[in-house]
């Protein structure tokens, strides 16, 4: 009687514990990337009082220090139609052992007289790591796997956080630039 009690409990304290487990390995935390037809697409716009060729400098000024590596034809700016447009690349580290992604992508600012606005989409990624193919590809299939539930690897969470808050910096950063 005893044992079957003692089994009993067993069955029953495994029966409630399984779906526990199975939650703990499971990462919930959510990250936010905005999409826009299937691409990652951050757009931010932004009123501000000062003049459409002040912030116009100060958007060339940002971008320059920003991305100072940009090759000239890469590179674009109009005064007249208030845009500029270029290629952005932050670093993405995912690892404790060394590995990490350069990540690649387009930026475009546009100026207005009310105020002016920045795109940053088409984002690439390129692995640093052994093993790995060490050319560029789109990041977007590789999030929508993520979104799914099917990372690619264990590093997709701090691949994705890292897009994320450095994509959200580079906005904040441009803003503080015309802000001054």
């Known amino acids: ?27 919930t935390s959510k990250i936010s990337i905005p999409m826009k037809n ?15 060729s002040e912030v116009f400098a100060r958007a060339e000024k940002w ?5 100072p590596d940009e090759p000239p034809k890469l590179y674009s700016s109009d005064k007249n ?11 993405v580290i995912t690892s404790n052992t060394g590995n990490y992604y350069w990540l690649k992508f ?13 795109v940053t989409n088409n ?3 390129k692995p640093i790591e052994k093993g790995i193919s060490n050319e560029y590809s789109k990041i977007s299939y ?4 993520y979104r799914q539930g ?9 691949l994705f956080t890292g897009l994320d808050q450095n994509t959200l910096q580079l906005i904040s950063s441009l803003k503080q630039s015309i802000d001054q």
């Open 81 to 91: 139609t208030g845009e500029i447009k270029g290629i952005g690349m932050f670093k």
């Open 63 to 67: 971008f320059a220090k920003t991305f």
């Open 142 to 145: 590789r999030w929508w796997d």
């Open 1 to 27: 009687m005893k044992q079957k009690i003692r089994s009993g409990l067993l069955l029953f304290t495994l029966y409630i514990l399984t779906p526990l487990a199975n939650y703990a390995q499971q990462d």
């Open 106 to 118: 387009d930026v475009n600012i546009r100026v207005a007289e009310s105020g002016y606005a920045i």
């Open 38 to 52: 299937g691409k990652i697409n951050y757009e931010q716009a932004f009123t501000t009082n000062k003049s459409k």
């Open 150 to 158: 099917h990372p690619w690897s264990v590093e997709d969470k701090r």
């Open 123 to 125: 984002y690439y990624e």
